[in-house]
């Protein structure tokens, strides 16, 4: 039986103030399904396919997939600010910040949410990738797109944003409904390694900064383009 559409004001928008494991459990599982089956935030499901980042990310073992979600999930919880859009009591989209003064993994009590089970397993090959080529790269894009090693530690920074890819929930407006609450007194930014959520980024009044930088990995290449989108007064 085909999904029934459902309507934004039949959601509930929250920040998670306290998440046990279940929890955190339940948001990963919707990353991990929204980037392994819809490509970007507004696709459907049947139009989806795997985010290549996603797949660099995890060597192309999707087993590999929920435990990589749990961590960047559970340190968003530590170190930043989760929020949710609920279907009664089903996650079904998810937001993570991280607010001025803190950063994805800046301390060991975010490295000890989740992300650490995931490093275990890793092969020498994808840790290689990890430490001595993608987090340098990384930086560095970051640093020279916002044209300083500390404007991203003093703006709000989108981690995440996910939609669980059932039509159900997909192109109904939720991604949006679900950011547009958290607006931020200070400059905002984000990385996206998908051109379609680059370009939808853009007509919510986000700015592309300086150029993309291209990412290669032994499982696939992928782009970054980097956004900042100025505070609503």
Same mark, same amino acid.
């Given at each position: 039986?085909?999904?029934?559409?459902?309507?934004?004001?039949?959601?509930?928008?929250?920040?998670?103030?306290?998440?046990?494991?279940?929890?955190?459990?339940?948001?990963?599982?919707?990353?991990?399904?929204? !980037?392994?089956?819809? %490509?970007?935030?507004?696709? +459907?499901?049947?139009?989806? &396919? $795997?985010? =290549?980042?996603?797949?660099?990310?995890?060597?192309?073992?999707?087993?590999?997939?929920?435990?990589?979600?749990?961590?960047?999930?559970?340190?968003?919880?530590?170190?930043?600010?989760?929020?949710?859009?609920?279907?009664?009591?089903?996650?079904?989209?998810?937001?993570?910040?991280?607010?001025?003064?803190?950063?994805?993994?800046?301390?060991?009590?975010?490295?000890?949410?989740?992300?650490?089970?995931?490093?275990?397993?890793?092969?020498?090959?994808?840790?290689?990738?990890?430490?001595? !080529?993608?987090?340098? %790269?990384?930086?560095?894009? +970051?640093?020279?797109?916002? &044209? $300083?090693? =500390?404007?991203?530690?003093?703006?709000?920074?989108?981690?995440?944003?996910?939609?669980?890819?059932?039509?159900?929930?997909?192109?109904?407006?939720?991604?949006?409904?679900?950011?547009?609450?958290?607006?931020?007194?200070?400059?905002?930014?984000?990385?996206?390694?998908?051109?379609?959520?680059?370009?939808?980024?853009?007509?919510?009044?986000?700015?592309?900064?300086?150029?993309?930088?291209?990412?290669?990995?032994?499982?696939?290449?992928?782009?970054?383009?980097?956004?900042?989108?100025?505070?609503?007064?």
């Amino acid at each position: 039986m085909a999904s029934t559409n459902i309507e934004i004001s039949q959601l509930v928008f929250k920040k998670v103030e306290q998440a046990t494991n279940d929890v955190l459990d339940s948001m990963a599982h919707v990353a991990a399904e929204a !980037y392994r089956f819809g %490509r970007n935030v507004q696709d +459907t499901a049947s139009k989806g &396919g $795997s985010d =290549d980042f996603t797949r660099a990310c995890i060597a192309d073992n999707w087993d590999l997939n929920l435990a990589f979600q749990r961590g960047v999930v559970g340190a968003q919880q530590v170190g930043g600010e989760n929020w949710v859009a609920l279907d009664n009591d089903k996650i079904v989209a998810v937001a993570g910040w991280y607010p001025p003064g803190r950063m994805l993994f800046d301390n060991p009590e975010q490295m000890n949410a989740g992300w650490g089970a995931f490093a275990e397993k890793w092969t020498p090959e994808l840790g290689d990738w990890w430490m001595n !080529y993608f987090l340098p %790269r990384y930086a560095k894009a +970051t640093d020279a797109a916002l &044209g $300083s090693p =500390d404007k991203k530690k003093e703006s709000w920074h989108l981690q995440m944003l996910v939609v669980l890819p059932d039509p159900k929930y997909r192109q109904r407006g939720i991604a949006t409904a679900l950011i547009a609450d958290t607006d931020k007194t200070v400059d905002m930014c984000l990385e996206s390694e998908v051109e379609a959520n680059t370009a939808m980024y853009t007509k919510w009044g986000w700015e592309i900064q300086g150029d993309k930088t291209d990412f290669e990995s032994p499982h696939g290449n992928f782009s970054m383009w980097v956004l900042l989108k100025k505070p609503t007064l």
